[in-house]
């Protein structure tokens, strides 16, 4: 697989000295630089999951090789809770099968929901009652494993159509809209890194006050078709 580094991804900010000054003992630039750094990882973390989701859909290089994940189809539309928890229970298992049929290792495996899903998960009786070796808490709001997969909740799933977009170097543009969750080990995706993130600052006396970046530079590609599934709606 090549993977390609894309152009620089920059976040920046303005802070006016004045400003500044009236907030000193809050730390005005330390906060905005946490900020800063904030909307990189978004940005990264959401680069990954199409990369995922893609991997998904990318047949092996290897002839005769394991299958891609493919999709599992899950009904995430019924205003019962319980319902739509049970019905992703199924499909996490649904995926864990398709890795084990893949020869994917059962280490390292994830599975991101949406935090509307992820939340529904946890109010299945078979993925958190005792009776059935659930491991979480509902006072936490907490899931910790389903079929031996880790649960996270997370807002950076691609759920939009942009198959028409380009600008990367790394084609990782698709139609995401019935994109309901991912499954994945995490050989599914790679990653390469030309710079880490790094920031800097600099005082413009013109603007009287401080410009903040952040930046980095890498690149995101499928890896292993076989170590990633994506739930599409049923």
């Known amino acids: 697989r090549l993977v390609v580094i894309n152009e620089m991804c920059l976040a920046s900010a303005f802070v006016d000295e004045l400003d500044e000054l009236k907030d000193d003992y809050n730390g005005v630039r330390g906060i905005y630089a946490k900020e800063l750094g904030r909307a990189?990882?978004?940005?990264?973390?959401?680069?990954?999951?199409?990369?995922?989701?893609?991997?998904?859909?990318?047949?092996?290089?290897?002839?005769?090789?394991?299958?891609?994940?493919?999709?599992?189809s899950v009904s995430t539309d019924d205003a019962a809770a319980n319902t739509v928890g049970d019905n992703l229970v199924a499909a996490i298992f649904a995926a864990a099968q398709k890795l084990d049929e893949g020869n994917v290792p059962k280490e390292n495996r994830w599975c991101a929901l949406s935090p509307a899903n992820y939340y529904k998960l946890i109010q299945s009786d078979l993925a958190l009652h005792r009776d059935f070796g659930g491991e979480g808490s509902v006072a936490q709001g907490t899931l910790m494993n389903v079929a031996g997969i880790g649960i996270v909740a997370t807002n950076n799933l691609p759920s939009a159509n942009e198959s028409a977009l380009t600008g990367d170097n790394n084609s990782l543009h698709d139609d995401f809209t019935t994109c309901r969750g991912l499954v994945w080990h995490e050989s599914a995706a790679a990653t390469a890194s030309l710079m880490d993130l790094s920031f800097e600052t600099e005082y413009d006396i013109s603007r009287q006050g401080h410009l903040m970046v952040s930046k980095f530079a890498v690149g995101h590609a499928p890896l292993r078709g076989e170590a990633a599934v994506k739930f599409i709606e049923a």
Not at 45 to 53: G, N, P, S
Not at 54 to 64: E, M, Q, R
């Open 40 to 72: 990189l990882a978004t940005e990264y973390d959401q680069m990954v999951a199409r990369a995922i989701a893609i991997a998904s859909n990318t047949d092996p290089k290897i002839t005769g090789g394991p299958a891609k994940g493919g999709t599992v």
